[in-house]
């Protein structure tokens, strides 16, 4: 079997184990979605692209680490994931599709990988464990509302490339004490920083 199809296993809330075979290169869309007791899932080598709410609402997933081969993530594909704790995103990773992680609520860190151009809209969305973010050098544009109500997310580092954030982008960041702005920046969103409370020092480019 190399795809998994759309909606295989969903709702299925007693699935608590998923072997999956060495062949399997796609998994659906909603393919597990809302299997509430899934706590354990060992994706393999051979695996490419997760689709759509692949793993929307397995509230039981502690944890998620993507093989080598994948290159982009779903949106919504681990959505509403509230155990999750950790996530290992492979170097070969371009794109994260929107609300990819929306209300991982245990989610205490992220690491991109260098060759990260897209991060798409709510992303991370009320990750309100997430304490720190180092963004790669190549990600040129933060989308709306990626980080929005990060209450715990008190560090981030911008890359060197980046010309605009989006709307709403760290609404709601209320450990966030200061943020420097790189030299090309030319667009900041509406309410981007609103609601960061702690917020104490911005450096804007003078360009």
Excluded at 183 to 198: D, M, N, V
């Amino acid at each position: 079997m190399t795809h998994l199809p759309d909606r295989a296993f969903r709702n299925r809330t007693s699935l608590v184990l998923v072997a999956f075979p060495r062949s399997l290169a796609s998994i659906g869309t909603g393919a597990f979605e809302g299997c509430s007791s899934l706590s354990s899932i060992d994706l393999p080598a051979s695996l490419v692209a997760i689709n759509n709410y692949a793993f929307r609402g397995c509230s039981a997933l502690p944890s998620v680490t993507l093989p080598a081969g994948v290159t982009s993530i779903g949106m919504g594909a681990f959505a509403r994931c509230p155990s999750i704790t950790t996530v290992t995103l492979p170097a070969g990773l371009t794109s994260i599709g929107p609300s990819a992680f929306h209300l991982c609520s245990s989610l205490t860190r992220v690491a991109f990988p260098a060759g990260l151009t897209f991060i798409g809209e709510a992303a991370f969305f009320r990750c309100s464990s997430l304490t720190r973010v180092t963004f790669p050098a190549g990600l040129t544009s933060i989308s709306a509302a990626v980080f929005s109500g990060c209450s715990a997310l008190a560090r981030v580092t911008l890359p060197a490339n980046l010309t605009s954030i989006g709307d709403c982008a760290f609404d709601a960041c209320e450990a966030l004490g200061s943020v420097t702005f790189p030299a090309g920046l030319t667009s900041i969103g509406e309410a981007a920083f609103e609601g960061c409370s702690s917020l104490t020092s911005v450096t804007v480019p003078t360009t």
